[in-house]
């Protein structure tokens, strides 16, 4: 028989987004006007869930109030379904606050029910959630222990499972209210009570609902589940507490993103080059941010860091309320190796370098130079993108000086010639014809420079060795 772990968040929306409140917050129903989540401040003042909103309000006159919204805990829900996927596979949505996950397969992985509950539940302490479980012989026996928050059954043993099941009341069950009441009224108020009417009773008596719920309860049932896959493309949405109006402000939220972030990467065993903020304003308008990773990264250390030199150079016209991530360009994972005998000379690589750079300065403020066949020393390199795949020119050494002034200096120091000449005459294929002899001299001061001597016989320096 298969077991079942059942997840069940009872404050879903309020440890996503209120896990840091300093204020005694409550989420409210919007139809109901019924507490349904508070925080331990809130309920530190006396409030509890179920309570009218009137009633709460009279007890704590500064209780932040928020409208309760499923849509919101569902997208919470698919994020740490997500997250989960990285040590556990057949996970099945019960939104909006349940994850049900198929163990067996998992326990010769991890070697027992004791190692893989040790591996979810520590990968859960990252999402910083409440959270109650349950094993079970079946997906709804294993959802019912969950619900009754008094304790958490861990166990594969059947007979004691059932036994926690015994003393129920059918108030805690999916039956709809009408089938509730009927039971009722034939004495069937636990489960014990129920499961002991035969099936073949249960048919002739009651609605074929209650019928096939006590199938499914007992596993005797097939429970059709659509299991869950993470999605290809990533996009992670989080409202804002309160309007942020400087980008400094905006790191903590990132961040938390960008932990998402990273989750979806590992699992596929991909690195990002370039992502997307997108920022709702007051006013609804967007504004959208580009980061980006020369060499591809995924951890959210990196990305931070990257993040924060961009959001430098941006200025807010309107406070933001909201903001989504997305992944515009991935690509798979590379796997890096150093020189046997050079190894790393730095704690940086080239593309890290070059990505920090360009999040600092602006991607139109970093070039990079490439050679030319061009023999004129002025025309010989020029600048373009960073790793830009353009034909390297095919030139043969030639010793150059690292510094080359421009425009050339006259000479006006006393140097000794060491070696030359060396004739340039070229450039007539644009009507720029230069003609002249270089040579490299030694100044007096014992500077090696790079003069030239023009057919006029003027004398001129070009460049200092280094």
Known sequence: MKHWLYLHFPQLQLDTLFAESAQPTALVHGHQHKIVQLNALARAQGIQEGMGLASAATLCHELNVVAYDPKMEIKAL???????????????????????????????????LENYW???????????????????????????????????CLTLDNAQLKRALLPIDLTMTDLPAQHIE????????????????PLADL??????????????????????????????????HLPLLYELSHTQWLETPLQRLLI???AFLRLRNQVAYELTLTLVQRDRQTAQVTFTAAQGEYRH??????????????????????????????????????DLFQGRTGQQSESELLSLLQAKLGHEHVHQPYFTDDPRPESATHYGRPHTSVKQAERRAQLRPTLLYTPPRALTDKVTIVQGPERIATGWWDNNILIRDYFIARSRE????????????KWWVHGVFS
């Open 301 to 338: 250390e990196a990305w931070i860091i990257l993040c924060r030199l961009h959001l430098e150079s941006i200025t807010l016209e309107h406070p933001v309320i909201e903001m989504t991530l997305s992944v515009a360009r991935s690509g798979e994972m590379d796997s890096q190796s150093d």
């Open 118 to 152: 040790q591996a979810i539940s520590q990968h859960l302490q990252k999402h910083a959630v409440h959270y109650h479980y349950s094993t079970g012989f079946s997906p709804l026996c294993a959802q019912l222990l969950a619900h009754q928050h008094q304790q958490h």
């Open 203 to 236: 048919a002739r008596r009651f609605d074929i609902d209650v019928v096939n719920y006590v199938g499914r309860l007992l596993g005797q049932f097939h429970h059709p589940l659509s299991e869950y896959r993470p999605s290809e493309q990533f996009a992670a």
């Open 182 to 197: 009927s039971l009722r009224r034939v004495g069937t108020q636990t489960i014990e009570a129920l499961i002991a009417i």
């Open 78 to 112: 698919e994020g740490i379904a997500q997250w989960l996927y990285l040590v556990t596979s057949d996970i099945v949505l019960f939104p909006p606050q349940g994850l049900l996950l198929s163990i067996t397969p998992m326990l010769t992985l991890y070697s027992g």
């Open 260 to 262: 998402q972030l990273e």
């Open 446 to 457: 014992g500077r090696w420079l790079w003069i030239y001597r023009t057919p006029e016989k």
